[in-house]
Antibody, heavy 119, light 111 residues
Framework: QVQLVQSGAELKKPGASVKVSCKAS????????IHWVRQAPGQGLEWVGV?????????AYAQRFQGRVTVTRDTSTSTVYLEVSSLRAEDTAIYYC???????????WGQGTLVTVSS | QTVVTQEPSLTVSPGGTVTLTCASS?????????PNWFQQKPGQAPRTLIY???KKHSWAPARFSGSLLGGKAALTLSGVQPEDEAEYHC???FGRGLHWVSGGGTKLTVL
């Protein structure tokens, strides 16, 4: 069955970086895009970025995260990574990865990774 | 900056019908925005109910349906059950510039 399993919770100090992983299984990894979405405490969802596998392996980020966020992948282990640098308290959130088939169907989600930024 | 707006909260009686909407500050929502609707219960990851405006996942109960209504994306629950009490989020696509933008979520209370 399709699974997206994320790495564990992180506690970071302001200014540090964090790298969250999302390991996919149960399907052909390179046939689907992987998105990152975050949710601050008590808030709605916020789209962070995407790694597209279909077509030209396009990577894109929400404008407000440009320059601070990097999405990478390791195809040999079917894992996608999200790195956030220069962390601020406002980056405290649960970070989710989600699979997307062409046509914008966010059909499977990871369990989420809590990133806490605190001095 | 495009803003996507949902009702902050709605209340419905068991067995009733309720429609949640998802509006865009940049204009009419169309099928080209590929509206997605997610249900999220406390402490859980979102679960996708509707994608591509009207398409429903196999795990979504028949009482959930998606549509376009009055220039917005809409999620209608017909015959609401107590277990439908949750937060509902919409997500819209705006092309390779803005990409995806989510609304603030609607807290649905069944009372």
């Amino acid at each position: 069955q399709v699974q997206l399993v994320q790495s564990g919770a992180e506690l970071k100090k302001p200014g540090a970086s964090v790298k969250v992983s999302c390991k996919a299984s149960g399907y052909t990894f390179t046939n689907y895009n992987i998105h990152w979405v975050r949710q601050a405490p008590g808030q709605g969802l916020e789209w962070v970025g995407v790694m597209e596998y279909t077509g030209d392996s396009y990577i894109a980020y929400a404008q407000r995260f440009q320059g601070r966020v990097t999405v990478t992948r390791d195809t040999s282990t079917s894992t996608v990574y999200l790195e956030v640098s220069s962390l601020r308290a406002e980056d405290t959130a649960i970070y989710y990865c989600a699979r997307d088939s062409p046509g914008g169907d966010f059909d499977y989600w990871g369990q989420g990774t809590l990133v806490t930024v605190s001095s | 900056q495009t803003v996507v707006t949902q009702e902050p909260s709605l209340t419905v009686s068991p067995g009733g019908t309720v429609t949640l909407t998802c509006a865009s500050s940049s204009g009419v929502v169309t099928s080209g925005n590929f509206p997605n609707w997610f249900q999220q219960k406390p402490g859980q990851a979102p679960r996708t109910l509707i994608y591509g405006t009207t398409k429903k996942h196999s795990w979504a109960p028949a009482r959930f349906s998606g549509s376009l209504l009055g220039g917005k994306a809409a999620l209608t629950l017909s015959g609401v059950q107590p277990e439908d009490e949750a937060e509902y989020h919409c997500l819209l696509y705006f092309g390779r510039g803005l990409h995806w933008v989510s609304g603030g979520g609607t807290k649905l209370t069944v009372l």
